[in-house]
C-alpha cells in the first residue's frame, strides 16, 4: 500500500527531522490528542467565550506499517511514541441557546484557535518547540470550517445528572467564569 500521500515520517521531515534519522522513511504515522478531563477555564471578552483546553499530543510512529492506517490505534501494536507534549489550546467561540420542541440546543461557531504553553513530556526526537507550536496552530486552522459547518447547525444540549455551579470573577473588566458539577439529588 502506498502511503506517501498520508502523515508518514517522510512528510513530518520538514516539522521533526528527528523522526525519520530515528525510524526511517515512509512509515505511516499517527498524532492522538487527549484533552484533560479537567474542566476547561472559560472567559467571556468581547461577547466571546475564549475557552482554554488542556491537550496531550502523541506523535506515533508504526514501526511496521503494512497494515497502516490502522481503524484503532489501540491495534496497531508496532506504534512507538516519538513524542509526547502537553498544551494549552485556546479559542474563541461565539454560541446561543435556542429551543425546539422544548428542549434546548446549541448553535456556535469557532473563530479561531492557538497552542500555547507547549511542554515536551517525552521526546526520543529532537524538537524546535517554536515550530512545532507554529505547525500546530496552522494545523488547528484546517480543522476549523469542518467543525463550525456542523455546530453551526445546532445541536441538542443533553440533560444530564449533574447540576453546574459556576464562580464569576471580574479581572481587569474581563468576566472570568469557572465551573464545576455536582451530581444532581
Given amino acids: 500500500m502506498c502511503i506517501r500521500d498520508s502523515l508518514n515520517t ?3 521531515d ?4 528527528g523522526i525519520p534519522k530515528v525510524y526511517g522513511n515512509n512509515l505511516g504515522m499517527y498524532i492522538n490528542v487527549a484533552i484533560s478531563s479537567k474542566i476547561p477555564d472559560i472567559v467571556i471578552r468581547d461577547g466571546k467565550l475564549v475557552l482554554t ?3 496531550q499530543l502523541s506523535f506515533l510512529v508504526d514501526r511496521d506499517s503494512s497494515q497502516y492506517p490502522q481503524r484503532n490505534l ?10 509526547a507534549l502537553n498544551a ?3 479559542s474563541a467561540v461565539t454560541a446561543g441557546v435556542f429551543q425546539v420542541d422544548g428542549k434546548n440546543n446549541l448553535r456556535a461557531s469557532v473563530l479561531n484557535t492557538f497552542f500555547d504553553d507547549v511542554k515536551i513530556l517525552r521526546s526520543k526526537v529532537d524538537v524546535d518547540v ?3 507550536v507554529q505547525f500546530l496552530n496552522e494545523a488547528s486552522s484546517v480543522f476549523v470550517p469542518p467543525i463550525n459547518e456542523k455546530i ?10 449533574f447540576l453546574e455551579s459556576v464562580e464569576l470573577m471580574l479581572y481587569n473588566d474581563t468576566l472570568i467564569t469557572r465551573s464545576s458539577y455536582h451530581l444532581r439529588s
Avoid at 520538514?14 to 527531522?17: A, D, S
Avoid at 453551526?152 to 445528572?161: L, M, T, W
Fill in 53 to 55: 483546553l488542556h491537550v
Fill in 74 to 83: 489501540s491495534q496497531c501494536t508496532a506504534c512507538d511514541e516519538a513524542l
Fill in 152 to 161: 453551526r447547525q445546532g445541536f441538542s444540549i443533553p440533560e444530564n445528572k
Fill in 130 to 132: 517554536d515550530l512545532l
Fill in 10 to 12: 517522510s512528510f513530518i
Fill in 88 to 90: 494549552s489550546l485556546f
Fill in 14 to 17: 520538514i516539522l521533526l527531522p
